[in-house]
Antibody, heavy 121, light 111 residues
Framework: EVQLVESGGGLVKPGGSLRLSCAAS????????MNWVRQPPGKGLEWVAS????????FYADSVKGRFTISRDNAKSSLYLQMNSLRAADTAVYYC??????????????WGQGTLVTVSS | QSVLTQPPSVSGAPGQRVIISCTGS?????????VHWYQQPPGTAPKLLIY???NRPSGVPDRISGSKSGTSASLAITGLQAEDEADYYC???????????FGGGTKLTVL
């Protein structure tokens, strides 16, 4: 059974930093691109960042570019999101999600339960 | 304002059929990019419901189906059940923005 378990969320002040982790099991983690998708309270889904299976390529939403860094450790089947210079607008539940693709179109096949990040003074 | 437009809410009685629309443009759905759908029951994580416009992952019942035409896509749920009450999101890719885009979500209420 595929499992994705996020951790590391919490309350942080504006301008602060936080590192999220996602522990994967039940599938060949090293074979899949992985993503972070967030959901502000009461709002919709927003893609945040993605990383290729090998970690060689990373992509970011404009809203987080230059502040967030996605990384992975395939030996530990783990995904990370380093979040710096946090803003109130970054307040959201952060989900890690595995990516699969049909042709060249990709979707999020499995999701973790999410971890809440609250940015407030 | 989401790039993909969904109705904020739909409702139906048990056993009925409901359709949730997802309207895009010539830079996403109309450009031929696939549409995918997710179901998010209250207080839980999203779950993949439909991928590649019409395909169901294993475990998703065949009373749930997806379709696409032009710049729009639809999710149909027949034989509505209480367990279908959830938020539903469509997702595609936008070539002008060069980013994955989601619809704003539709809340399905089973009356």
């Amino acid at each position: 059974e595929v499992q994705l378990v996020e951790s590391g969320g919490g309350l942080v002040k504006p301008g602060g930093s936080l590192r999220l982790s996602c522990a994967a099991s039940g599938f060949s983690f090293r074979s899949y691109s992985m993503n972070w998708v967030r959901q502000p309270p009461g709002k919709g889904l927003e893609w945040v960042a993605s990383i290729f299976s090998t970690g060689s390529y990373t992509f970011y939403a404009d809203s987080v570019k230059g502040r967030f860094t996605i990384s992975r450790d395939n030996a530990k089947s783990s995904l990370y999101l380093q979040m710096n210079s946090l803003r109130a607008a970054d307040t959201a539940v952060y989900y890690c999600a595995s990516e699969n693709c049909t042709n060249s179109d990709c979707f999020y096949e499995s999701w973790g339960q999410g971890t809440l990040v609250t940015v407030s003074s | 304002q989401s790039v993909l437009t969904q109705p904020p809410s739909v409702s139906g009685a048990p056993g009925q059929r409901v359709i949730i629309s997802c309207t895009g443009s010539s830079s996403n759905i109309g450009a031929g990019y696939d549409v995918h759908w997710y179901q998010q029951p209250p207080g839980t994580a999203p779950k993949l419901l439909i991928y590649g416009d019409t395909n169901r992952p294993s475990g998703v019942p065949d009373r749930i189906s997806g379709s696409k035409s032009g710049t729009s896509a639809s999710l149909a749920i027949t034989g509505l059940q209480a367990e279908d009450e959830a938020d539903y999101y469509c997702q595609s890719y936008d070539r002008s923005l060069s980013v994955v885009v989601f619809g704003g979500g539709t809340k399905l209420t089973v009356l």
